[in-house]
């Protein structure tokens, strides 16, 4: 069997005819038809055809998207931003580049994301000790799964916060029919080489007007101001998606759909074939409102045994042996020793999952035969 990887890119076979156009017309540049017709066609997905009206700027990365997300919100130096602390580290580092503080706020057990009680915690913590409120809250949707957005839009819409929602691998996931990204301030979608669609490298910022859009690519595009010559009056970034990475990303556009479908699809073969497992829990969205895109499938132990560094990690080196690609959950932002000073509003949930947890393969190369390797492997192994 070859290795089984975790989620690699799976292209359409259309992505060549759009780099080819750009070639052919000479648009080698981080703008263009390409990146043009992309951010339409991401505007019509997460807009639903017109239930919305969001605009959509393509980046150089999800990376650069947060960070320009908490530039639009304001962020600065010495402000304090509320982030998810179980994530991968980019939802929370451009909040430093900014000069600004993370206060990491755990998890609650049914999604995996922020736990809206501890957030309202959070910020009235905040409140009492520094006498600001946080200028931000970012939300992660974890491996797609969905978070209890509306709770945190309430708790955020009361404390008047703005909302900065990290969907970098919730492409697609959708709470309550809406699409996860378009319920705050801010979206964020992250097209790197191992999330549901990419373009190699790339990300998008999904904003709430044209003008903010206008202003997201003022920023992109180094802060020049609009003088005959270069003059600027603030900091910029080079951020913007080149027009050869759009072409891949129109191309993986056109089967954005079927790679969700997919990674739903092995999501649900997981339930069926390990659902008996004694102690192995396969993490499903926990209601209908819910619907995850499944980029990860995830799993944990409950049997005490399977614990990291004690019996999760042998059991994961023997699944590699037998080539098939796990990976630890996220370990949680506050147990991180480059954040060992920030402010965190714990409940032990997000540590428990990092201990006991696991992604299983989920991408397009995982199919029926795959699936019977990866359980007989599980089973063998445990
Ligand atoms: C939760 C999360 N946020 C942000 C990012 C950053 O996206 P990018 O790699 O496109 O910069 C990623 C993925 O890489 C991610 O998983």
Redesign the pocket.
């Known amino acids: 069997m070859d290795r089984i990887n975790l989620c690699l890119a799976h292209m359409s076979g259309n992505e060549m005819q759009y780099i080819q156009e750009a070639f052919d017309t000479n648009w080698v540049v981080p703008l263009g038809p390409n990146v043009n017709a992309f951010e339409e066609d991401l505007e019509d997905f997460v807009n639903e055809n017109g239930a919305l009206d969001k605009k959509v700027v393509a980046l150089s990365?999800?990376?650069?998207?947060?960070h320009l997300g908490l530039i639009m919100l304001g962020v600065g130096k010495g402000d304090e931003v509320i982030c998810q602390s179980f994530?991968?580290a980019?939802?929370a580092n451009p909040i430093v580049y900014l000069g600004a503080s993370p206060v990491f706020v755990d998890s609650e057990p049914d999604t995996y994301n922020m736990d809206p009680q501890l957030l309202e915690d959070a910020i009235k913590g905040r409140i009492a000790k520094t006498g600001k409120k946080p200028k931000a809250i970012i939300p992660?949707?974890?491996y797609g799964m969905p978070a209890k957005i509306d709770e945190i839009m309430e708790i955020a819409c009361r404390y008047e916060i703005p909302v900065l929602e990290?969907a970098?691998?919730g492409f697609g996931s959708r709470y309550k029919g809406q699409v996860c990204g378009t319920f705050g301030t801010y979206g964020?979608?992250?097209?790197?080489g191992?999330?549901m669609i990419t373009t190699s490298?790339?990300?998008a910022l999904i904003c709430p007007d044209a003008e903010a859009k206008k202003r997201v690519m003022f920023y992109a595009t180094q802060a020049r101001e609009p003088y005959p010559y270069y003059q600027h009056e603030r900091i910029g970034y080079n951020y913007r998606m080149s027009n050869i990475c759009a072409g891949i990303g129109r191309g993986q556009m056109t089967v954005a759909d079927e790679h969700i479908k997919h990674h739903q699809w092995v999501h649900e073969q997981y339930v069926q074939r390990l659902g008996d497992v004694d102690g192995l829990i396969v993490h499903c969205a926990p209601g209908d409102e819910m619907q995850s895109n499944y980029w990860l499938s995830t799993i944990r132990f409950e049997d005490g045994k399977h614990v990291i560094s004690d019996d999760l990690l042998p059991f994961a080196e023997r699944l590699s042996e037998a080539n098939i690609e796990t990976r630890p959950l996220?370990k949680p932002m506050h147990l991180q020793p480059v954040y060992k000073d920030a402010p965190a509003y714990t409940n032990g949930v997000s540590e428990h999952l990092f201990k006991s947890g696991l992604c299983l393969p989920s991408g397009p190369c995982v199919r029926e035969a795959e699936l019977d390797y990866i359980v007989k492997k599980i089973k063998e192994n445990l």
Do not use: P, Q
């Not at 990365?61 to 947060?66: L, N, R, S, V």
């Open positions: 990365a999800g990376t650069a998207a947060i994530t991968f980019a939802s992660v949707y974890l990290d970098a691998e964020v979608m992250s097209f790197n191992n999330k490298g790339g990300g996220w």
